[in-house]
């Protein structure tokens, strides 16, 4: 079991997609996830046997070697069931998600989804396992969470104050243009 403050949850992410893999590496935050992405089942499995993450987020269309086939290799052969796994893919059919179950997954993440909630909705996976570890952890990632919300409404606010300023001050400066040309004026 991960103690949250001296260690990392780390997590594999199978996504052959690098547009989603970018999307994971956002929403995963580097405060609290020690996380690897790879692109393929091969790898995937080189990862697992070498690095032994907490979570793998699996991808069930993979070039190569499915999900599925990674997720049969790594419960049964490799006999890792300690391993939290989530399944993602764009396929909600009811019949992915069962073909996945009978191998022992803890979540299914249907793409797209919230780059805001991965983190959570991960570790609530997560926590069917290690819940101490991940309440901690979740804590932390809400915190991030508020702590960047606040820091784009201050942003925001920040660019309305600028540009009500330089509204303000190009109407002083026409203001002092238009003065300065009155007191040129000769006076009849």
Not at 27 to 49: I, R, T
Not at 135 to 160: F, G, N, V, Y
Not at 178 to 183: D, G, K, L, Q, V
């Amino acid at each position: 079991m991960r103690i949250y403050g001296t260690n990392k949850i780390k997590v594999l992410v199978v996504e052959d997609d690098t547009s989603t893999q970018l999307l994971y590496d956002k929403g995963l935050f580097n405060q609290v996830f020690d996380k690897k992405l790879v692109a393929s089942g091969e790898e995937a499995l080189l990862v697992h046997n070498e690095w032994h993450p907490d979570i793998i987020i699996l991808d069930i269309q993979l070039p190569e070697m499915n999900g599925d086939q990674v997720l049969k290799e790594i419960r049964t052969n490799i006999e890792d069931k300690k391993t939290t796994i989530v399944m993602a893919t764009s396929m909600a059919g009811r019949e992915d998600v069962m073909s996945c179950v009978k191998y022992g997954i803890e979540g299914y993440i249907v793409k797209p989804f919230s780059v805001q909630e991965i983190a959570l909705k991960i570790l609530g996976y997560y926590a069917k396992k290690e819940q101490d570890c991940a309440l901690k952890a979740d804590a932390r990632c809400r915190d991030i969470l508020q702590q960047s919300q606040t820091r784009l409404l201050l942003a925001k606010e920040d660019a309305k104050t600028k540009e009500n300023t330089r509204g303000l001050g190009s109407e002083s400066a026409a203001d002092k243009k238009t003065e300065a040309a009155a007191e040129e004026k000769p006076k009849d």
